[in-house]
């Protein structure tokens, strides 16, 4: 046998639409140590500062402005200033990392002060901008539209005070007490919404810690719907801070984002999203007393890909002609598929390849092209 000598290697994903970006799992702990990261893709956003604009918006900006054309004004707040942000996903769980020039979740307390922080991840759960909010509503730019639902951690009066859901789908009292009800019950119904109607809740892996236990197949859980400066709660949505306070890591399990109306989980693999990630906090700590955020441009098209980076690797022939092509464990279930020409390339399925993460090949003179599609 004589060696392959030009079999060539095309190691990348193909997702069923060519705009998504196939976002692969990652491991990852809260526990205040970032190496985790290291290989999540990162996104950043300006260092905040005088005359410092973010798409003509000040980076650092009051919350004072709610129209979708407004120009809020500049404010100095370090600690509200993101400069990095990251988001990923396992098979049950999304995690986003914010970094920030100053301290993430400082506030005061004193006799008379009780500062808030928010690290807020609100997200179009549905990639559709006709339902959800626009996020100028909330005092957010440079805005963006269709957010439906929030994970998000709320510190006050100089520590953690909870981590929760929280859903934009009422535009008015009627529709929002109509969805309390459904959210009592474990669903989440994806309607028009506005800044101004919100239910949150904290998710319980107990029947019995919350005030509303959930219907099956979710009764092993329970929630507790919650309001900002509220009684402190650990629930399943967490937060861990770097030692310097500069980072922060978050996680948000699929299940606490509920279920619609027919039983599906809002949040699962293979669904299509939009996600803003935002900084903001009370005055207390700004130089000149107000509140200020920071809003990162959106992570468009974010497809929660099934599978972690394949790492699809080709052996060198072996002293039996023959060459291996393995991928990693986790990507099981993954095709391999082969082409005999780039130019105009005619993928077809390696039969068993779904059931593997290895493939032996006898070596030929023959080119041939592989990839790894899901
Ligand atoms: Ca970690
Ligand atoms: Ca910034
Ligand atoms: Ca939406």
Known sequence: MRPARSTVLCAFLSASIPVVFAANTHNIVI????????????????????????????????????????????VHHPDIDLIEYKFTHDTSNLYAYFRATGVIGNTISNSTQHGRYYV?????????????YGLHEGGYYPTSYGYD???????????????????HGATNQAQLDAAFQDQT??????????????????????????TNRLPFPDDFASITFVKDKGPRYQGIVR??????????????????????PSGSPIVALRKTMKISMSLEASGEL???????????????NYYLNPYPEPGLQISKVSPNGNVTLSWVTGAIGMQLQRSW????????????????????????????????AE
């Open 31 to 74: 526990d205040g140590d970032f190496s985790d990261w290291a290989t999540v893709p990162s996104h950043y956003d300006p260092v905040g500062g005088p005359g410092v604009l973010h798409n003509g918006i000040p980076d650092t900006h009051d919350t004072d402005h709610s129209g979708p054309n407004d120009v809020p004004v500049y």
């Open 120 to 132: 807020i991840v609100t997200i179009d759960v549905d990639n559709n901008t006709n339902t959800g």
């Open 149 to 167: 639902m929030n994970m998000e951690f709320e510190f006050f009066n100089g520590g953690p005070n909870k981590g929760n859901y929280l859903n």
């Open 185 to 210: 019950n474990g669903i989440v119904r994806l309607l028009p919404g506005s800044y101004y109607f919100y239910p949150e809740w904290v998710w319980f892996d107990s029947p019995t810690t919350g």
């Open 239 to 260: 937060i861990a801070l770097s030692p310097d306070g500069h980072q922060a890591e978050m996680v948000a399990p699929f299940r606490g984002f509920m279920r619609n």
């Open 286 to 300: 700004a130089p000149d007393g107000t509140w200020a955020s920071d809003t990162a441009d959106p992570i468009e």
């Open 341 to 372: 020409s780039l130019t105009s390339p005619d993928w077809q399925p390696v039969s068993g390849s779904t059931e593997t993460n290895q493939i032996i090949f006898a070596a030929s003179e023959t080119n041939a092209f592989f990839r790894l």
